[in-house]
């Protein structure tokens, strides 16, 4: 839903002013459109369903895997196509894994999306339908932006969704945007969002040769940058960055890497996530035994280190995985 369109046309009919927070109520709290909306006039209701479409983003497919995550591809409405995923967990959490971007002009070796053609910044709209879409079905309770695209490379946008996130049931600290590290929306996130949104960072090598290999961006925006602004994000924030890992066999999965990682990471600012590689085609996985013996390197060195969970694998919908080839 367009917010600022729905008040520019309750604005012009000359509606009191709570009205756009009835209707904006109903939405995040899972309405399935207009007609549900029992305490705004009929008529009104019939003149918002022709003027201020439900959602931006017509749903095309929708495919739920044996765990339970579920995988919606989107289009928007000039046909970009989108996918956002709904991860559930045992414990009851509900977390949804939103994109930014339809596509990613990014080139990351490992990762899916940055394989298929760019199209072009989501606005704060399409982003917040992704999660609306996924409210209707179930309460939600964490949100990740880790779908397809570089936030920081639309950090407008992406803080203007989050922004709305609470009203769905998704509080700022259950919030996480991703980054590569791109520098110039990275240094704006950390100076200028106030909001106490966590801040992941896909790290992937300890090095800034390997990385560089890995991730092209990283001849942009080396290592030594990009920390440094997660350093002064945990200082100024008080929390610490999540690093993401993924795991490649034979490529980062080495004993003496993980020990290059430990140094180079502060246990008081950092915590590394390591991901098991989700095929993609063009790696090997590394297998448990490795990703154990590369754990155990970090919890020596006392740096907080999980292992993610994979979620969605079967219909492509876990990490790295969203891409659509677009018609
Ligand atoms: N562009 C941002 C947001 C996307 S987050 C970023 O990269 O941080 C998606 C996460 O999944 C990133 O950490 C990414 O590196 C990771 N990823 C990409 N391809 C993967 C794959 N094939 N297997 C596992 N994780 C992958």
Redesign the pocket.
Known sequence: MDRALLAERLAERGEPAYRFDQVWRWTAGGADGYEAMTNVPAALRAELEREVPFSTLAVEREAEARDGTVKTLFRTGDGHPVEAVLMRYRDGRRSLCLS?QSG?P?T?T????GHMRFGRNLSASEILDQALHFRRIEEVDHA????????MLNLDAVVESARCLPDLGITHRRTTI???GWLPGLRRFVDEVEQPIRL???L?APTDELRSEL?PVNDRYPLADVLGECRRYVELRRRKVFV?Y?MLAGVNDRVEQARALADLLDPKMFKVNL??????GM?E?STPKAIAAFKDVLDRARLPATVRLTRGRDIAA????LAVSAT
Request: charged content about 5%; hydrophobic content about 40%.
């Open positions: 930014s990613c990014l990351c490992f990762c899916a999306t990740v932006f880790m779908g397809m695209g570089e936030p991703s980054t590569v992941a960072l896909s992937h991730m993401e993924v991901i098991p590689y989700n095929p993609t790696f996985g876990a990490c790295g995985q």
